[in-house]
C-alpha cells in the first residue's frame, strides 16, 4: 500500500511540474504576441504552395504601375481558369507565369503550382493583418493591408488586401478592397 501511495504521489507532481510548464509557455507566447515587435519576429513568414509572405518591418519604394501582360482570349489559356461564381472577366492576360483575370474592383491571378520556384513573393508590415485561412479545405494566407507584390522579373508593386489560396493544382491570389469574410466568399464561388 505504501508503495502505491508513493507512485501516485509522483505522478501527482509529474503532472503538476507539467501543467505549470505548459502554463508558463502559453504565458510567454501570450506577453510575445502582445507585443507587435515580438509578434512579428515570430511570425516572419507565411507559405502556401506556389507563394510567401514576409512580415517585415518596412517595405521599400513601390510602384504603383504594373503590366499584367499580353492580353489573350479567355479560352486560349494553358489550363482551364477558374471563375468567379463562373463570370466571364473584363480581360485575361499572360504574364508572370500565369493569367491576370480583371473584373470590376477585383484582379484575380492563377498559375500552375508545382513543385518549382515561388511565384508570388509579398512583403507586408508587423502592424498589417496576415493570417492563415481554409479556402474549401484547402490552405491559404490573408492579406489585411497594403503590402509589396513581387512578381518574377519585375520591382515591388503596392497592393492591397488580398487572398491568396490552393485549389488542386493551382494557386490563386485575388485582390480587391473587401473584407476577408468577403473574398472567401470569393474564392469559393471559382470554378
Known sequence: LGGVVARLDRRRRRRRGLVLAVAIGVAALAVAFAVPASRASLLRF?????????VIDGLPPLTSHRSLGQPIPLDTAA??????????????????????????????????????????KKATLGKTKVEYVQVRG??????GGRHALYLPGGPPVAAGRALIWQHGPLTLRLEAAVDLERALAIAQSVR
Open 138 to 143: 484547402e490552405p491559404g494566407i490573408w492579406i
Open 79 to 120: 489550363f482551364r481558369l477558374l471563375l468567379p461564381s463562373g463570370r466571364r472577366p473584363e480581360s485575361v492576360h499572360a504574364a508572370d507565369g500565369g493569367y491576370w483575370l480583371r473584373y470590376p474592383g477585383l484582379l484575380l491571378f492563377e498559375f500552375q503550382s508545382g513543385g518549382g520556384p515561388e511565384v508570388l
Open 46 to 54: 507565411f507559405h502556401v504552395r506556389g507563394a510567401t509572405v514576409s
